[in-house]
């Protein structure tokens, strides 16, 4: 049964469970104490600290253990915020970091400090130039993914590096995505990353903070993990994160290139198999597991459960998956297609045949969908006054709105337009994004009674 | 090779083990996904989260885990504080609370909040009408353990919090050392536990909030647990806790039994075998396995070290035992003896020939590092022009200070006076103790260049 979400939680690796096992024995007291228990647990996490710090490429005095990536971020963010208040609280973040940036963007707004977000071009990628542009005087932080966690476009982190040192801003790097496969080049000055996406158990991040910065921890007081981390540290998966470091690192190159390989053939082969589907994210310069597409007139949720009973598991960044029903905002950013938003993230050892059996079953899935939907083929749609067609989708969601588009789109003339009226988030990311996968002019969007208004000028 | 630490963490409890191992393979999905491998992470999360409920006295719906019990204190009281904003700033602590509650206190000083400090009796235990006595009309949170974990004194739960109920005023208890026994009883507002007090593994923390508490989230948005705990579930752990809460407590009113007759027989022989030795803690109204007690004239390091050597693994709260060199704040707030302490909690199926073999060697022990540190004849002490023997003890470290005192003890007349100059901070606490247990009296202290004077007059 192939589980195709190793972003979202990679399973445990062998060596992970392994390690974690000879821990719970070892590792259950406390590493504070000066008993022999204590003692060989304080060994155990003095060597899981030395062998983590040799994968991120600092010293062991400047990593901690968190409980989460989600935790090292909060607590990383606001202490590096705090230790620069002096030079600002101006805070630099790029707009398809991981919400946990965002959010705590967010605290950091609502107590009073300001935020940059820099956007990202079509493929999801910052660029330097603009990122470097936003540093100022007063900015006390900047924040960039090493890559990112919906589509696995890489980020010019050694540029962005280069940019802030030179402004003398400290450049925190999110890494959760990347540090399985291979280090963080460049000079960054704070390092997050969580375990469990590189097949470490989950209960454990990472939080590199490097000698020199300035850092001001904002929770209560606690002794451990130098006062970055509080609370009692979960030793035995502790040790068993840093020890499948170490396991997937050394197998990286070889399982990198691998998977990079079945991935291409993903990108490839999709939009020859499915019609009417754009494939995001940069083609190159991404992670070598994961790649994500969305497929147009499609209700992603239907398709998450269609592939399910399949027997394969993705995620999605469509509005109907998520508990707000907003679209990802990296999809968002990115100005592309939300609606049947599939991502596959493939975990390590996937077989090539798992991967053609999911290319093989993908179109009658999608087929079936939009079966389902009714997908344009002839169209309703009424002529308005002025020679406009006008589709009333209000009250109707994602991906409703853009195939009552579709289909009134036959029954226009060239040079004419199509409005649709629709209150669904989503229809605002997914008519511009059909405009531009079909060659058709978006003409804009005006508030009217109950939602909004989207023209499109027929072109062809 | 008796391990007697219980109270700062427990071995892993066999159905821990058990239930860990099954949840590596079940549970390492994200439970919000909606494919099997993250339905199936679902069941067993919603599971545990039942199960503890069950054992806490809450509905699943109230309870989230947190990564640890000092997160479940330090974000539980963020909330509670913030989301009673309104009625005021002012919180109410015991002064021996768990040092996560007393540090969360600090942030909320110097944030412009007020704080109280009910104080305690020398057994450590809280005045119910001294604590009542302390909800103002302003006082946004009042936070009481349920059990000392230094000197396992219970607290008078129930009566503060009919008292909190009264004036409108939530109640949090820690009932970190508690839990595993039984549930609080008594109408609390916010309860924290740590699964690894019990039994259970580290990294799980719980934190229940009664429905109608007025709760405010203080770190930054997350989906995850209601809202009230961010980051990746950890939930090999969780389902680990759960299973283990329960097989606990199945055992528990047999186990308690068992291991309070042995506490009983610690209590009653220790200062039966060694002199000069105060067992602190109130002897009936107190935890089933936890036992303090503090050695005249005893360095608690060299007492800790000689112990573990001797195969028993126990902590203390001397001030040479801490890394800040100060001596607990607990024992500090009971007024009693902080030289040479040791505490004792028996892990659940300790067996009754290892507390005899630790009564058997504990004499020797203390007699040996007693000998080491030349404990009380004959001593020094040079009279003064008031005819007051004064014994400088600038620049020694407990428990010379009080070794020097005794000494000069000697020479003293009946109705004279004997000063010690010590820089030391435990002598502020153990000289008055040391007078108490002797029955002279302590006369007071004042400051003098390079230290404090403490002065005792002979009564007999």
């Known amino acids: 049964m192939p589980y195709f979400d190793a972003a979202s939680a990679a399973p445990l690796h062998p060596v992970a469970r392994q390690a974690l096992l000879a821990a719970l024995d070892e590792g259950w007291a406390d590493p504070a104490r000066l008993y022999r228990e204590g003692r060989r647990a304080r060994l155990l996490l003095d060597a899981a600290r030395e062998a983590a710090a040799d994968a991120v490429g600092c010293r062991p005095d400047e990593l901690v253990f968190t409980p989460s990536g989600t935790r090292a971020l909060h607590d990383g963010i606001a202490g590096a915020l705090a230790g620069r208040r002096r030079a600002g609280r101006h805070l630099v973040v790029s707009a398809v970091e991981h919400s946990a940036v965002l959010h705590s963007a967010a605290v950091h707004e609502a107590a009073g400090g300001t935020v940059t977000e820099v956007a990202v071009d079509r493929t999801g990628r910052v660029g330097a130039g603009a990122y470097a542009a936003a540093l100022r005087p007063d900015t006390a932080l900047a924040v960039l993914q090493s890559a990112n966690h919906e589509v696995g476009t890489v980020q010019p982190v050694a540029e962005v590096a280069e940019a802030c ?24 000055s704070l390092l997050t990353a969580s375990a469990h996406k590189w097949g470490g158990p989950s209960g454990v ?66 939009p020859e198999l499915v019609p009417d ?73 996937t077989a090539p045949e798992e991967v053609d059996r999911f290319l093989g079953v993908l179109p ?41 588009l579709a289909r009134a789109f036959g029954d226009a003339p060239v040079g004419g337009l199509v409005t649709v009226l629709s209150d669904d988030e ?6 511009p994004a059909w405009c531009e996968m079909r060659g058709q002019e978006y003409v ?10 989207y023209t499109v000028r027929r072109r062809s």
Chains 1, 2 share one sequence.
């Open 165 to 188: 040192r030179e402004a003398g801003v400290p450049l925190l790097v999110d890494a959760a995505q990347s540090l399985g496969w291979e280090p963080v080049g460049g000079g960054w």
């Open 205 to 270: 991040g990472l939080l590199a903070v490097r000698k020199g910065v300035r850092y001001a921890p904002q929770h209560p007081v606690d002794e451990r993990e130098s006062g970055r981390a509080p609370g009692f540290p979960d030793l035995p998966a502790v040790v068993a994160a840093a020890a499948s470091l170490r396991a997937v690192r050394q197998e990286a190159a070889e399982e990198a290139a691998r998977l990079r390989a079945l991935v291409d053939r993903i990108r490839a082969r999709v």
């Open 277 to 349: 589907v754009e494939v995001v994210g940069d083609p190159a310069r991404r992670l070598p597991h994961l790649v994500t597409f969305s497929c147009l007139y499609v209700d992603g949720e239907a398709l998450l459960h269609a592939l399910d009973r399949e027997g394969f598991s993705v995620s999605s960044g469509s509005s109907c998956t998520s508990s707000t029903l907003t679209p990802s905002h990296v999809l968002r950013a990115m100005g592309v297609l939300t609606e049947g938003n599939v991502r596959v993230s493939l975990p390590r050892g």
């Open 364 to 404: 009658g899935v999608v087929a079936e969908v939009r079966g389902a939907l009714g997908a344009p083929a002839a169209g309703a749609g009424s002529p308005s006054g002025e020679g406009e067609l006008v589709v009333d989708s209000l009250g109707k969601r994602c991906p409703i709105p853009v195939i009552e």
């Open 426 to 431: 989503a229809a605002r990311l997914d008519i």
């Open 444 to 453: 804009g969007e005006r508030p009217v009674p109950g939602g909004v208004a």
